[in-house]
């Protein structure tokens, strides 16, 4: 009791009723640490890589990530980008195929396909793409597949693929289009790298599945939060939600700089660019006959 006393003594001062200096003091001292601990988890994250900050052809695979494992093993993760997708051969409409616009293969692949074919896309006009994330769930158990609403052709779209464990969310331009739980967890024993376009090559002809661009492509080793990826587009695009085109400045060219003779003062030896030629006619001075 004793011990109590003595640390009642410091913290409260009988006479007055009151708490002493020292209570102040490390109740000061308390709330420092909390609000230090809550500035370094919503501050001291490391920001997304961007992978792709020039524009790259969804016409030719392009690797990301050499080794997907990276972020399969952590308990979440983050792969958001602009793309503009036009279709690579207009006579395939009607192609129910889908093809991986972006992913890791035999693991999690966003893939499109040009015709309608899921429940979710009833309805959809002949500029959008069907839509699926493709989940593998290790080689004994299946495949599960979340089907997801048309993406628009010719227009740039903020895809985003969020997992946290074995729940799974896709993002059109800040809005959740689709969210799935996982019956199994995900194959996290993949070596296959993070792509664009794994199957660019397209059929046999060589004719690619997809045309357009993709650009600013980022990853994040935790599954960001809505908020956080809206941030995350605002930085990344214009006011009509396209990510900001390169400024081009011509320079002056030689051949482009004004002709100087066009300040030629009267009695310099010069001549205006304006002055006629001179006349090189000859007058007929005789009778004609």
């Known amino acids: 009791m004793s011990f109590l006393s003595s640390l009642k003594a410091l913290f409260w001062d009988e006479d007055k009723n009151l708490p002493t200096v020292l209570f102040w003091i490390l109740c000061v001292f308390i709330l420092s640490i909390i609000t230090y ?68 293969p035999n693991c999690v692949e966003f893939q499109l396909a040009p015709a309608t074919t899921n429940p979710t896309n009833t309805g959809a006009s002949p500029n959008q793409y069907s839509a699926r994330l493709l989940i593998s ?15 628009p052709m010719q227009k740039w779209i903020f895809v985003c693929i969020l997992r946290d464990g074995r729940r799974f ?10 969210s799935h739980r996982l ?19 397209g059929d046999a002809k060589g004719v690619p599945r997809f045309i ?18 809206a941030v995350l587009r605002a930085q990344n695009s214009d006011t009509t939600g396209a990510p900001p085109q390169p400024l081009s400045f011509p320079l ?24 006629p030629p001179p006349n090189t006619m000859q007058m007929w001075e005789t009778i004609y006959n």
């Open 37 to 104: 601990l809550i500035v370094a988890y919503i501050y001291g994250r490391k920001a997304p890589s961007d992978l792709a900050s020039t524009a790259i052809q969804l016409n030719t695979a392009t690797t990301l990530v050499q080794d997907g494992r990276s972020l399969m093993i952590s308990p979440g993760f983050t792969i958001a980008g602009f793309f503009n997708v036009t279709m690579g051969d207009r006579t395939r409409s009607k192609d129910t195929n889908y093809t991986t616009l972006i992913g890791i």
């Open 212 to 229: 357009g661009t993709a650009v600013h492509i980022f990853t994040q080793l935790y599954r960001m939060t809505p908020s956080e990826l």
């Open 169 to 178: 969310d896709v993002l059109y331009n800040d809005q959740i289009v689709g």
């Open 252 to 275: 002056p060219s030689l051949f482009s700089l004004p002709d100087m003779r066009t300040f030629c003062l009267p009695g310099l030896p010069c001549t205006v660019p304006t002055q």
């Open 183 to 201: 019956t199994n967890y995900p194959n996290t024993s993949t070596a296959q790298p993070l792509q664009v376009s794994p199957d660019a090559k």
């Open 137 to 151: 769930t290790g080689n004994n158990n299946p495949t599960e597949v979340v089907n997801l609403p048309p993406m």
